[in-house]
């Protein structure tokens, strides 16, 4: 993989590992690429705190006792090109070695670990929604912003390769 600077992958390397990642999940790459350009602006380093997702959907396993407050935290930010929320990755098995020495959420960042996590919760998300991407990408956003699947489903067109590439 070239760089742009140091440990920062070109864009064209990402864009090229998207589309490897997606079709090995039997996805749209199209599609992945488009939900990177939306999520990220294709910055692997990006990460977000969802405060409201933290008090829904972390608080109530912190106040458990059921993990610690920094896995509690990392669970409520977004991380890498995907985006992908901690809490949704640790469902979907992410770094499950035992409840107490799990892997770094932040690995997530690893645009090969990312894209990897993340085209495996696009594809249980389509398979959710019976292969309806729009109503798939509701569901990656939560409902945060309603006009989130129009949104990635215009960037798609810009990734989309002629019939005889």
Request: glycine share 6%; charged share 15%.
């Amino acid at each position: 993989m070239s760089t742009t600077s140091a440990n920062s992958p070109s864009r064209a390397d990402l864009v090229a590992l998207a589309r490897a990642t997606a079709e090995a999940h039997q996805l749209d790459a199209a599609l992945v690429c488009a939900i990177c350009e939306q999520e990220s602006a294709w910055n692997p380093w990006a990460i977000r705190y969802e405060p409201a997702f933290f008090a829904h959907y972390i608080a109530p396993q912190l106040n458990a006792g059921k993990i610690s407050n920094t896995e509690a935290q990392a669970r409520a930010f977004s991380w890498g090109l995907m985006q992908v929320m901690g809490q949704v990755a640790r469902e979907h098995n992410f770094g499950a070695t035992s409840s107490t020495n799990a892997a770094p959420l932040a690995q997530l960042c690893d645009p090969n670990c990312g894209l990897e996590i993340g085209c495996a919760v696009l594809a249980a998300k389509l398979a959710t929604a019976h292969g309806d991407a729009a109503r798939a990408l509701q569901m990656w956003n939560g409902g945060g912003n309603p006009n989130y699947a129009a949104e990635v489903l215009v960037r798609m067109e810009k990734y989309q390769r002629p019939a005889n590439a």
